[in-house]
């Protein structure tokens, strides 16, 4: 019988476990860690609520009476590397709680399995990208960098917003401005330049070339969101820019990584580049 996968409820104290569980392989977790790092910052007395800490529940899968697996269940539904039965009492909770992410994103293997569970009641999903190379850097880029780019300011948004979209359209397929008229993807991207998150180059007032970080984690930082103007692509503005980025992100953390998607051959042969190597793989169902 499989062990059924719980919630994480408010005063446990699990936060050794979780840590364990993540740092088994910290650049994969990278993303997971950012978005449960609420829990290692606040003490049991004030985790009033698991939801409103992390934006979303984590459940726990034990074995033996040991935590051996996590998923995050929020915007994005993230499994760790999990074995068969973690993954199966995953999908028998998600298949009880029903879809409210908009992405299943994770370590291929765990994504694609879980996937195979739900595509009955969860599907059908607007896109599958089965693989999806996770790429890391550990040491100076390989190429000159684009010391024009630099993190960009809150005052710079309207600039911004243009080519956030426009990144966000092309990797996703679809507009980020919603029903809501974008108000909630400027809010995001508002938070995110005000934690000194965005970088950009700009000329005559217009963005050229952005990037994100994403993540950020002890052991990495991991880049989200690179974007090159379509009239500047293949001139290498994109691969300077992102090597200008690499640096300050290996200025916090130990390791950059970030995952392209696997017939993306032009920006694969940027990250080559730099210096960027093929560390695992991650895939996504988009919905």
Known sequence: MIQRARLLEPGEDLNTEILEVLNRDPVVNCFLYSRLKPLFK???DSRKSIKNLIGGDLWLYER???LDA???AGANLVPTAANAAAIESFAQRAK???????SIVGPQESVLELWQRLVG???PARAVRERQPLLAIDHRPGVLSDVSVRRVEPVEIIELLPASVAMFTEELGISPLGGDGGALYRAKLAELIANGSVFARFENG???FKCEFGAISPSACQIQGV????DRRGKGIGTAGLARVVEMALDIAPVVCLYVNDFNFAARRSYEKIGFREVGAFASVLF
Do not use: K, M
Not at 96 to 102: I, K, L, T
Not at 227 to 230: A, F
């Open 121 to 123: 009641l969860w599907g």
């Open 206 to 208: 217009e963005v050229i």
């Open 42 to 44: 606040n003490t049991l």
């Open 70 to 72: 996590i998923c995050y």
């Open 64 to 66: 033996d009476g040991q």
């Open 227 to 230: 974007w090159t103007r379509n």
């Open 96 to 102: 009880r709680a029903g879809r409210y992410s908009s």
